[in-house]
């Protein structure tokens, strides 16, 4: 039996996977975890019908699940976290204070580099969003912004911060995949990421300024009035973000900071609230569920809970259903082999590169597997056109983590969609950064500027030599 399939049964499989992705999701409205569930299904029938074996198949699904098992841990844990900080007046009270001193005009200016701050000292995107990320969405809600609006800033603000933080996982591994020293690689993201956020940040002023008239200030002073009868403000409500956040700077890792802010936020609950075990215990399983008697506090406020992370659960376990197969039968060995023989010039073997990553990230749903896989085989493909391999590194953040906010399926999509309450689709135009790296990576490679260059590594190949003059 072939350990790998033929170029034309790889491209069957390709092309049958976003057949059914699209119909489903697209024209029929499916849920997006059966949708993915059907294609890994079909994937792995056909890969088996041609030869791969199904303990092939099986490992890889194990080893693709194993991987996103911690993520999935962190997911419990911010539902969870994100319950017993409403419960126990932390988030309120960021809300409260919010209200009182955030001018409408400014806020998702604000909300965008408050995002960046916390992001790049604390090297996460989730931890930014779950804490911060969440309170910011009440805010919204008190100050008549749109939803989709600040959870486009909040979005663009926390991954920026984890493209440039030398504390983020991801630029780490990039870095690492790519033999490139990490301030090399960091500093070479500025290229295509900072472009990016100036443009967000100049959108989210005008967004405010048209949106800065219609608030109503009895409506945000019957918000303020509702969160102070209805909780104990009290300074010390905030030692948990302060907690999380010195924790997660100080490299720690971040399901136990995770854990400390339930802790936490479970003492605070009961000190502070008057809460027992029991309501305790509903807010980490279900969420925060009490009634303050205003529906837009209401909103506001129940949000949270492990049962509200299930779903996503799911959907990323469906996301590994569908992705393993199509490397058990060897689909990205057979579209890296046609790169390296159709690529005659530098800039078409990047553009390739980029596109491969882009489309393999859409199909997995997980820069964990496309760093790992395609990493060590793509680099070695730079040194030949004379090309420093921090062109890659960078093209894996822009077309791995700037772009999996914007996939619904992926780790972080589903993540962002599920804490922030907003769809992918309703927050992604509001979020330009996110896409705008690899418009301008595009321009960079088609123009040369921005694109770095070493001696080729087989100088005596006056091919090579040819290859890299043309960049």
């Excluded at 690689?185 to 959108?203: A, D, E, F, W």
């Excluded at 390739?352 to 489309?359: A, E, G, R, T, Y």
Aim: net charge neutral; with cysteine; glycine share 10%.
């Amino acid at each position: 039996m072939p350990n790998t399939l033929s170029t034309p049964k790889a491209i069957t499989l390709i092309a049958l996977s976003i057949m059914i992705i699209f119909s489903g999701i697209i024209a029929f409205d499916a849920p997006s975890t059966i949708v993915l569930i059907a294609a890994g299904a079909a994937v792995i029938i056909l890969s088996m019908i041609w030869g791969i074996k199904w303990e092939v198949i099986e490992k890889d699904l194990l080893d693709s699940i194993r991987s996103m098992f911690i993520p999935i841990l962190i997911l419990l844990a911010v539902g969870m976290m994100v319950g017993i900080w409403m419960l126990s007046g932390t988030i309120p009270m960021i809300v409260y204070y919010g209200l009182l001193f955030i001018k409408p005009s400014i806020f998702l200016f604000v909300v965008c580099l408050a995002c960046c701050l916390m992001s790049i000292m604390a090297g996460t995107s989730w931890g930014t969003i779950g804490t911060i990320g969440v309170a910011f969405m009440g805010v919204s809600i008190g100050l008549g912004v749109p939803l989709p609006y600040t959870a486009g800033a909040i979005v663009v603000g926390a991954i920026f911060g984890d493209k440039m933080s030398p504390l983020s996982d991801t630029t780490v591994m990039s870095a690492a995949v790519s033999d490139v020293r990490l301030v090399d690689h960091i500093r070479h993201m500025l290229y295509t990421t900072v472009p990016g956020l100036v443009i967000s940040l100049l959108l989210y002023l005008v967004l405010g300024f048209n949106y800065s008239g219609e608030i109503e200030n009895e409506k945000i002073t019957s918000i303020m009035n509702t969160l102070d009868t209805h909780f104990n403000l009290n300074p010390i409500l905030l030692l948990p973000p302060i907690v999380i956040l010195f924790l997660i700077y100080r490299n720690k890792p971040t399901l136990p900071v995770f854990g400390v802010g339930i802790i936490l936020g479970g003492l605070l609950a009961a000190i502070f609230q008057g809460q027992g075990i029991t309501e305790i215990a509903t807010a980490l399983n279900e969420g925060f569920l009490s009634s303050t008697g205003v529906e837009l506090v209401d909103e506001m406020l129940q949000r949270g809970g492990l049962e509200g992370m299930l779903g996503t659960v799911g959907l990323l376990i469906a996301a590994a259903v569908f992705g393993s197969p199509l490397r058990s039968a060897g689909v990205i060995d057979v579209i890296l082999n046609s790169i390296q023989r159709l690529a005659k010039t530098g800039k078409s073997m990047m553009l390739s590169n980029l596109s491969l990553h882009s489309f393999m990230f859409i199909i997995t749903g997980s820069y964990y597997v496309t760093f790992a896989v395609l990493g060590p085989m793509m680099k070695s493909m730079y040194d030949k056109y004379g090309l420093h391999r921090k062109n890659f590194s960078r093209t894996l953040e822009d077309t791995g983590t700037a772009l999996a906010p914007l996939i619904p399926w992926s780790v972080t999509g589903a993540f962002i969609a599920e804490t922030l309450g907003v769809a992918t689709g309703d927050y992604a135009l509001y979020a330009p950064m996110l896409y705008l790296g690899i418009i301008f990576a595009i321009i960079y490679i088609i123009t040369g500027f921005g694109i770095a260059k070493v001696e080729p590594t087989n100088k005596g190949n006056t091919n090579a030599a040819q290859h890299a003059a043309d960049i």
